[in-house]
């Protein structure tokens, strides 16, 4: 694993953009996976203008999102669909049929998942996918538990995980979605390489104890201590407990 500190966000959002774009030179039809959250929008934005500038050309990529809000469509304003096209999607010339975001509005989620994972066995799995992390230590929506799923499948959210994205709900947690479909732990780990972006100081707990505590279920981030090749870009305010 390792571990590059950047002393603000914004720097960490600017490099793993420039790593990104880099990617995307040596490896043109790269299979991507794609985090949401408030932590990835300085990256999003740096990526944008590297595509601006001719540096991260995404004509012969592939993205899958590692996670969408069940019971919504993917036009909702809720949605992380909405959040991708207002991030990323529509700024940049990734191909729509190959920009992969679970239809969390589909009634019959058991085949949207079948298909979903099918998708990524068809494009070769991830090469990359890179990761936000939950104050709880979840990553997708892989919250804490005794047992953990390890394909994509459907969930139950946390209250904690609402709170934390009420933002895409006008700030009001009580409207953000009860459900989600998510990427299993198994699905991430089998991406030949992990990212895992995490910025501010009320991350410092949650990467001390991911990066350097016990891997357990309970902490869903600790697992990715399993992998062989994390690269973890934090700010220096996230790595105080290191
Ligand atoms: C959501 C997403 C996660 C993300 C987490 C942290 O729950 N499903 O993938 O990592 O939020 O988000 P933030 O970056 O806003 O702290």
């Known amino acids: 694993m390792r571990i590059v500190i950047h002393r603000t966000a914004q720097d ?3 490099a793993l953009a420039r790593f990104v774009a880099r990617v995307l030179q040596l490896q043109p039809d790269v299979t991507l996976g794609l985090p949401t959250g ?3 929008i300085l990256f999003y934005r740096e990526l944008v203008a590297l595509h601006r500038a001719g540096e991260a050309d995404f004509r012969q990529a ?3 999102n590692l996670d969408e809000f069940a019971g919504i469509s993917g036009d909702d304003p809720r949605s ?3 959040f991708m096209r207002k991030h990323l999607f529509s700024h940049v010339n990734l191909p729509p049929d190959r920009a992969h975001v679970l239809d969390g509005g589909r009634k019959d989620w058991r085949s949207e998942i079948r298909e979903f994972e099918s998708a990524m066995t068809a494009a070769g799995g991830l090469d990359l996918v890179l990761l936000g992390i939950g104050r709880n230590g979840h990553i997708g929506f892989n919250a804490p538990a005794s047992a953990l799923a390890a394909r994509t499948h459907r969930t139950r959210l946390m209250a904690g995980t609402r709170r934390a994205n009420a933002a ?6 009580r409207r953000v979605p009860t459900h989600a479909l998510s ?3 198994g699905t991430m780990l089998e991406a030949r390489a992990v990212v895992l972006l995490a910025t501010g100081s009320d991350k410092a707990g949650v990467i001390g104890r991911a990066l350097r505590g016990p891997i357990t279920t309970r902490l869903p981030a600790s697992m990715l201590q399993l992998h062989p090749n994390v690269l973890v870009v934090i700010d220096r305010a996230a790595a105080t407990r290191l």
Request: proline fraction near 5%.
């Open 62 to 64: 592939t993205t899958f």
């Open 168 to 173: 895409l709900a006008g700030g009001d947690w």
């Open 183 to 185: 990427m299993g732990i």
């Open 12 to 14: 960490a959002g600017t």
């Open 38 to 40: 408030q932590t990835p």
């Open 80 to 82: 992380f669909r909405t």
